[in-house]
């Protein structure tokens, strides 16, 4: 074989090479054809999760989100829940309490991007599950824990109800939400990038109902209400009306696939 024969030769096996290449290429769009990861901060804690496209439309994300140990002290004041308190002169006029808001949620949304050839901008569609509990509180009282059986005639208020303490001096108790939460929201950025890393921007709200008032070891419907009538008004119209939680959301992407 001359020179000019094992050139074309060899020409004809690399176009070969190359046709065989695109057409075995995976489409960018498709289930599971590409796929990014995200990492982000924002109003539901530290997030992340893993997303792929349908189509130039649409696309599918599962992304889990731990809300960090936040916490705040405060004195609320120790109320009797029932008619006599004993004449204990031990019973603390206040106590020192920890509210939390520490909770990890799961979450399964749908994104649509109504001009995908022009612009990032999407609208987003899904739930939340887990993190029931938006606040927990936790309080001991040295005082308490000494009245032993007794302890449970007391307790702090939260809204209309009085969370009482346990015959150790310790109260726990907080706020609790729906557990499946659907959610709404928009924003700007791809789920998964054209290039290699993306930045994505997205705010909305998660549907979570009127909150509730738990206590730990005890049946809510038990719980006294022992508030005078104007604190307990105020409260309840704050807890009445916070059905829904804000979420802003900055986070980084990158595509893996």
């Not at 346990?166 to 998964?192: A, H, I, M, Q, W």
């Amino acid at each position: 074989m001359n020179m000019r024969k094992m050139i074309l030769a060899i020409a004809v096996a690399c176009l070969s090479a190359v046709g065989v290449s695109a057409q075995s290429e995976k489409p960018f769009y498709g289930l599971g054809n590409r796929v990014g990861v995200g990492i982000g901060v924002g109003t539901e804690g530290i997030g992340i999760d893993a997303a792929t496209s349908f189509n130039k439309y649409f696309g599918v994300r599962l992304g889990l989100n731990i809300m960090p140990d936040i916490n705040l002290k405060t004195n609320v004041d120790v109320e009797s829940n029932v008619d006599t308190n004993y004449g204990s002169t031990n019973v603390p006029s206040e106590v020192e309490v920890k509210g939390s808001l520490k909770r990890t949620t799961v979450d399964l949304k749908f994104d649509c991007y109504p001009f995908p050839n022009a612009s990032s901008f999407f609208v987003t569609a899904g739930f939340s599950m887990g993190g029931s509990k938006l606040v927990k509180v936790t309080g001991h009282s040295d005082e308490l824990a000494n009245l032993r059986e007794q302890a449970e005639n007391y307790g702090i208020q939260i809204g209309d109800y009085n969370i009482p303490f346990n015959d150790n001096g310790d109260v726990e108790g907080g706020l609790k939400v729906n557990g499946f939460r659907p959610y709404l929201g928009l924003g700007f950025g791809r789920l998964v990038p054209k290039g290699r890393v993306g930045m994505r921007f997205e705010m909305g709200v998660q549907f979570h109902g009127k909150p509730k008032v738990y206590a730990e070891g005890v049946d809510t419907d038990d719980l006294l209400n022992q508030l005078d009538k104007e604190t307990s008004d105020d409260i309840s119209k704050i807890m009445d009306n916070f059905k829904v939680w804000p979420v802003l959301k900055l986070s980084i992407r990158g595509r893996i696939l």
